[in-house]
């Protein structure tokens, strides 16, 4: 990456990598939906085991890219339950059309 020399520089790589983010966040989004329709109960949708799990290993990976590994289990802990809120909500909408 080349270093910005503006504020403005900054803003615009900010942007266009929540661009990304965002796309990445709506297929992340579909599958979510995609896993609902195999699971049977509100354990199996928030799978404790599961979730430990993803954050060790973004704990892991955020170390070895450089990040902060305290602000990546952050940001997927609120990721994380922002999405199983939805998918529990989606497993309600599908155990209500059975």
Known sequence: MKTPSSLAEVR?????IDSTMIELLATRQELV?????FKRDEHAVRAPDRF????ASVRERADAAGLS???????????VGAFIELELAEHE???AGE
């Open 69 to 79: 590994a305290d602000v990546a289990e952050a940001i997927w802990r609120a990721m």
């Open 93 to 95: 909408s599908i155990q």
């Open 33 to 37: 939906r995609a896993a609902a329709t």
């Open 52 to 55: 430990a799990q993803v954050i």
């Open 12 to 16: 615009a790589e900010i942007d266009a």
